[in-house]
């Protein structure tokens, strides 16, 4: 644990110019990415006809995936906590989204509401599966501060290595094109 928040500091400040640092997943773990978020001013409404952050995962793969609950988890404290909210069952159709929303409520009812919302003053969200009694990490990312509304972060092709501002956020569906500026 003490390698890898070295080598968190380390990343972070080579990159100090840059909004979003993607972390690198770990091979172990089946193959999900976060593929969007949302951190200040959405327009998306929920179930309970409110707006919030949220994230936005995606299935790269030919066939459809099932989460199994207690063993898939988000977390807005990577190092601290990684099993922050525990995911329930959820099955990602092939090439195919989930959308998590993060506002605190921690419910599970139509709509996933975890039990964090993210900091539009930056911060650390990760994706978490556990295999047996090792919690790894599958995707994170480290993000800094976002001034606009409705601007989102995303990759700029589903599931690719660039990431990209959105002015136009696609919450459940392809990411779109119109970026405000490139992130390496």
């Known amino acids: 644990m003490k390698f890898l928040a070295i080598s968190f500091a380390m990343m972070l400040a080579s990159c100090a110019s840059d909004t979003i640092v993607q972390?690198?997943?770990?091979?172990?773990?089946?193959?999900?990415?976060?593929?969007?978020?949302?951190?200040?001013?959405?327009?998306?409404?929920?179930?309970?006809?409110g707006t919030a952050d949220w994230i936005e995962l995606y299935n790269p793969t030919e066939?459809?995936?099932?989460?199994?609950?207690?063993?898939?988890?988000v977390s807005d404290h990577v190092f601290g906590n990684p099993e922050k909210?525990?995911?329930?069952?959820?099955?990602?159709?092939?090439?195919?989204y989930a959308l998590i929303w993060c506002d605190a409520k921690n419910t599970i009812n139509?709509?996933?509401h975890t039990n964090f919302k993210l900091s539009s003053d930056g911060e650390n969200i990760g994706l978490f599966y556990?295999?047996?009694?090792?919690?790894?990490?599958?995707?994170a990312l480290s993000f800094r501060a976002v001034t606009s509304n409705n601007v989102s972060f995303g990759?700029?092709?589903d599931g690719a290595g660039e990431w990209m501002l959105f002015n136009g956020p696609t919450p459940?569906?392809?990411?779109?094109?119109?970026?405000?500026?490139?992130?390496?």
């Open 23 to 49: 972390l690198n997943s770990t091979p172990e773990a089946p193959r999900l990415l976060i593929n969007e978020i949302m951190i200040k001013g959405s327009e998306q409404v929920n179930e309970f006809g």
């Open 63 to 73: 066939q459809s995936f099932i989460m199994e609950s207690g063993q898939w988890f």
């Open 85 to 96: 909210f525990e995911l329930p069952v959820i099955t990602i159709p092939a090439k195919g």
């Open 110 to 112: 139509q709509q996933i």
């Open 130 to 139: 556990r295999k047996g009694k090792t919690v790894m990490r599958v995707d």
């Open 155 to 157: 990759r700029r092709f």
């Open 172 to 184: 459940g569906s392809a990411n779109n094109t119109k970026s405000i500026a490139l992130i390496d």
